[in-house]
């Protein structure tokens, strides 16, 4: 679609957003994280001359995404924060749920401290219509990380029935199992962390989602190298070093 000749500018930077924020994901396929950088750029600038809010929350997601990515959980957060206000302007479900996945994932993953993390990933939740179980997921690190692993799981449970009986979107099962992994990880129960890890690995590999089979392997490997599965630990570490974005 974005190469088609008589295709309307912004159906034609939507749909090259799209192929690159799925290229963030599956992989780089030729594409640096600066060509999506780019992109992006683009995009933004294009959307907003144009006035167009739903074009300007996507672009900015994806910045913000790349940004997390890059180590830069501060400036992730920053760019989550304004995609989410573009997308609430522009009535964009998708990209409101995205934004918050984007600022959720990246407090947990910076500086903040985690009673910041709670209130502000809480505050997300009660914008939405409908609790997103992603986002759920990240909330049930957070309460983790404060020792409240009842608290986290009850929550875990309750993302992974809104899934099956709600969204019905079974990939989604997969951000659950991870966040699960991580809570049983922060809980010093290793072996429930390396079942959940696997699941969400598996999952992972079927939809052929680098960035998340690079996470998840990773973190896999350490679990399993503490507890001196040591070979299958480095393959897995190898693993992620090869496919990750």
Not at 8 to 35: F, K, N, Q
Not at 129 to 148: K, N, Q, S
Not at 178 to 197: I, P
Request: charged share 20%; hydrophobic share 45%.
């Amino acid at each position: 679609l974005s190469n088609m000749p008589g295709v309307d500018p912004v159906d034609r930077w939507l749909a090259r957003l799209e192929h690159a924020r799925s290229m963030s994901i599956t992989g780089p396929h030729g594409m640096t994280a600066d060509d999506l950088a780019a992109i992006a750029r683009q995009a933004a600038a294009f959307f907003s001359e144009a006035g167009h809010d739903n074009g300007l929350a996507q672009a900015t997601f994806l910045l913000g995404w790349l940004e997390q990515r890059a180590g830069n959980p501060v400036s992730a957060v920053d760019s989550g924060r304004r995609s989410l206000e573009y997308a609430q302007r522009g009535g964009a479900l998708r990209e409101q749920f995205s934004a918050a996945f984007l600022i959720s994932r990246s407090l947990i993953g910076g500086p903040a401290p985690v009673p910041d993390c709670i209130e502000e990933i809480e505050s997300l939740l009660g914008q939405q219509a409908e609790p997103h179980p992603i986002v759920m997921g990240m909330l049930a690190r957070a309460y983790a990380m404060t020792g409240d692993y009842k608290a986290a799981r009850q929550l875990l449970d309750r993302a992974r029935q809104l899934i099956v009986e709600r969204i019905r979107v079974r990939r989604l099962l997969a951000f659950i199992a991870w966040d699960s992994a991580e809570v049983e990880t922060l809980a010093g129960d290793a072996a429930a962390a390396v079942s959940a890890y696997r699941v969400a690995l598996t999952r992972f590999r079927s939809g052929n989602e680098a960035e998340y089979v690079g996470e998840t392997s990773s973190r896999l490997a350490l679990v399993l190298a503490a507890a001196g599965q040591l070979e299958e630990a480095r393959a897995l570490a190898d693993e992620a070093q090869a496919v990750t974005p």
